[in-house]
């Protein structure tokens, strides 16, 4: 017997997705897990997966820590009438804390480079957020700087969220991430890899899954050069290392070219359907390089990174763009 048109509806639906929800807010988290099969060709008996945390509500794996953030402080008082968050971000974090604050009723301040892209400032203005601009020419860094001398200045006005040093950055991907992709995998994950930024992502995840599994290898992936073009991602030993970074729970780390991720986000578009950002490109490079080196030494393993967040966010234009460009 045929399903009716109610019954199939409901059989099309995908499992685990929410289809009624209170809030916005409440769709952070669960993001899909998807196995890289035209990429983990080149490495027999290894898997390549990757989490698309560009399913988020705002679009980054950032909704989890800015919701947890938001979450905490209005939980301790500190969000109350005529104080405003305020936090240095180079673009996806600004663009989850807009996003929260919108939902929950929560006024934001952005500190964030001038020359941050196009569609991320015009995102968060979208959302009603007041952007403070910061000199072009120093980084998130000079972001961070900026922030800090403003919460001086007036501390009564501001609540200072850092997501540099605030603990329930890598605390939301603790609860979340990990957990999430032990049990996408079916507790088979060998290998989890990804970039440092804040560092959130890598060092709660990785401190989850070194709990479910010691086996688990986590690797960091840093661009190898201070001049680098993978935004999102940190340089550390160039600089200012985040106050919530814990080499400890890392087993490794990959220094990878900015050409390098750059290529892979262009492959991730063209052989996977996946258009995403350079650091997640970064990403999926880290993973490959992994897997390789487990194939060639004929070994099995199930390797996991993140993909950040969506293409159309970076100011750089990929290269079939720059083709096409007079």
Known sequence: MLPTGREQLLSDLRPGRAVRTDSIVDLVGNTPLVRLHHIDRATPGVEIWAKCEFCNPAGSVKDRAALRIVRDALARGLLRPGV??????????????????????????????????????????????????????????????????????????????????????????????????????????????????????????????????????????????????????????????????????????????????????ERLAREEGLFVGHSSGGNVAGALRIAKQLSAEGRRGVVVTILCDRGDRYFVPLRWEKRYLW
């Open 84 to 265: 405003r968050l305020i936090d240095s971000t180079s673009g996806n974090t600004g663009i989850a804390y807009a996003m929260v604050g919108a939902a929950l009723g929560v006024p934001v301040t952005l500190v964030m480079p001038e020359n941050v892209s196009a569609p991320r400032k015009q995102v968060t203005t979208a959302y009603g957020v007041e952007i403070v601009y910061s000199s072009p020419m120093e980084g998130s860094d000079g972001a961070i700087v900026l922030a800090h001398e403003l919460v001086e200045r007036h501390p009564e006005r501001w609540h200072y969220a850092d997501q540099y040093g605030n603990p329930n950055n890598p605390l939301a991907h603790y609860h979340t991430t990990a957990p999430e992709i032990w049990q996408q995998t079916g507790g088979r994950v060998t290998h989890f890899v990804t970039g440092i930024g804040t560092s959130g992502t890598v060092v709660g995840t990785s401190r989850r899954l070194h709990e479910f599994s010691r086996d688990i290898r986590c690797v960091a992936i840093q661009p190898d050069d201070a001049m680098h073009g993978l935004e999102g991602m940190k340089h550390l030993p160039s600089s200012i290392v985040p106050a919530i970074y814990d080499a400890g729970v890392l087993d490794d780390t990959i220094w990878l070219p900015t050409d390098e991720g750059w290529d892979m986000a």
